[in-house]
C-alpha cells in the first residue's frame, strides 16, 4: 500500500505562483511513476505533469514553461511549482503514483487551486 497527501493549495490572483507538495509514504519502490493531475468542475481529471523515479518528465501542453514537476527522492516527496497562474487553472490538484510491475494506481486526496481573474 501506498499513501500519498498533497498540501499547497489555495487562492492566488491570476499571475501568481503556488507549490504543490506530494509526501508518499508505504511501499512506493522504485519502479514507479508519480504525476499530478487535475479536475475542474464539470471536466474530466486530466494530466498536468508527471516524473519518474529517475527525475524524467513530461507536461501537457497547458503546464509547458509555466509548471515545474520535481522530487526528493530523500523525503519521498513531489512538488509542483506553478507560475503564472490562470483562471483557468482552478481545479482540484491530484497527485498520483502509478506503479509499474502491478499498474496499481493510488491517490492522494486532492487539493484545491484557484486562480481568480
Known amino acids: 500500500q501506498v499513501q500519498l497527501v498533497a498540501s499547497g493549495g489555495g487562492s492566488v490572483q491570476a499571475g501568481g505562483s503556488l507549490k504543490l507538495s506530494c509526501a508518499a509514504s508505504?511501499?512506493?519502490?522504485?519502479?514507479?511513476?508519480m504525476g499530478w493531475y487535475r479536475q475542474a468542475p464539470g471536466k474530466q481529471r486530466e494530466l498536468v505533469a508527471s516524473?519518474?523515479?529517475?527525475?524524467?518528465?513530461d507536461y501537457a501542453d497547458s503546464a509547458k514553461g509555466r509548471f515545474t514537476i520535481s522530487r526528493d527522492n530523500t523525503k519521498n516527496t513531489m512538488y509542483l511549482q506553478m507560475s503564472s497562474l490562470k483562471p483557468e487553472d482552478t481545479a482540484v490538484y491530484y497527485c498520483?503514483?502509478?506503479?509499474?510491475?502491478?499498474?496499481?494506481?493510488?491517490w492522494g486526496q486532492g487539493t484545491q487551486v484557484t486562480v481568480s481573474s
Open positions: 498520483n503514483i502509478h506503479k509499474l510491475l502491478t499498474r496499481i494506481d493510488y
Open positions: 508505504g511501499s512506493i519502490g522504485s519502479l514507479h511513476v
Open positions: 516524473i519518474t523515479n529517475g527525475g524524467s518528465t
